[in-house]
């Protein structure tokens, strides 16, 4: 049973840029939340998606968007990247139900804004 | 407002010693709490949770915690700890619910270092 998936594994962008991240969830899995954890500190809630849908937000700029697909897979997109977006993004699953109901995250994307 | 506080940034114990791991919470009510382990340049893994009951939990790799009501804390040990032990500890809590999981809240997290 694969976990949870994300790819790139490291990305480096310049300032300005666009910058698109993907995540698979765990099987079973139909909830997509992602984080943002900078140099030295815990992880920041960006956006939640369910049933292809942004349920819960964090205070992200519109900047980041994202998306969830039909077979419950999401993108994390940051428009105009600042030095400052420069970050380990994290994705975790989970869903509803004994097993489901907790977090579950990847392996993250490690972007680097020049 | 919403907050994990995890007090040490910073613990060192040489290895074969004992281990804990404070976590204070602010949340209004008494929410799901869980511990996160984080090796360099990896992502979390769960170590234990806590939604209701027993009030000592367990937890893999040997790791158990508590939680305390009165004093809005969920403090992580182990009793001997092992070299591999060493990597970053995050505290979380996040909202009781029956329709999936929400917002995380995450304190700034423990780094432990441990010795031979």
């Known amino acids: 049973d694969a976990g949870v998936t994300q790819s790139p594994t490291h990305l480096i962008k310049t300032r300005g840029q666009q910058v698109t991240l993907r995540c698979s969830p765990k099987?079973?899995?139909?909830?997509v939340s992602w984080y943002q954890q900078a140099l030295g500190q815990g992880p920041q809630f960006i956006f939640q998606?369910?049933?292809?849908?942004?349920?819960q937000r964090g205070n992200f700029p519109d900047r980041f968007s994202g998306h969830q697909y039909p077979n419950y897979s999401s993108e994390l997109n940051v428009n105009a990247l600042l030095l400052g977006d420069s970050a380990l993004y994290l994705c975790a699953s989970s869903g509803v139900g004994t097993g489901t109901d907790t977090q579950y995250f990847g392996p993250g994307t490690r972007l680097t804004v020049l | 407002a919403q907050s994990v506080t995890q007090p040490d940034i910073h613990i060192t114990v040489s290895e074969g010693a004992s281990l804990e791991l404070r976590c204070n919470y602010s949340y209004g009510a008494t929410p799901y709490l869980f511990w996160y382990v984080q090796s360099p340049g990896q992502g979390l893994q769960l170590l234990l949770k806590?939604?209701?009951?027993?009030?000592l939990v367990q937890g893999i790799k040997g790791f158990e915690a508590e939680f305390k009501r009165s004093q809005s804390s969920f403090n992580l040990r182990k009793p001997s700890v092992h070299w591999s032990d060493a990597a970053e500890y995050f505290c979380?809590?996040?909202?009781?619910?029956?329709?999936?999981?929400?917002?995380?809240?995450f304190g700034t997290g423990t780094r432990l270092k441990v010795l031979a």
């Open positions: 099987s079973g899995h139909d909830t």
């Open positions: 979380a809590v996040g909202p009781r619910t029956t329709s999936g999981t929400y917002k995380y809240i």
């Open positions: 806590y939604f209701s009951g027993d009030t």
């Open positions: 998606y369910y049933e292809e849908e942004e349920r």
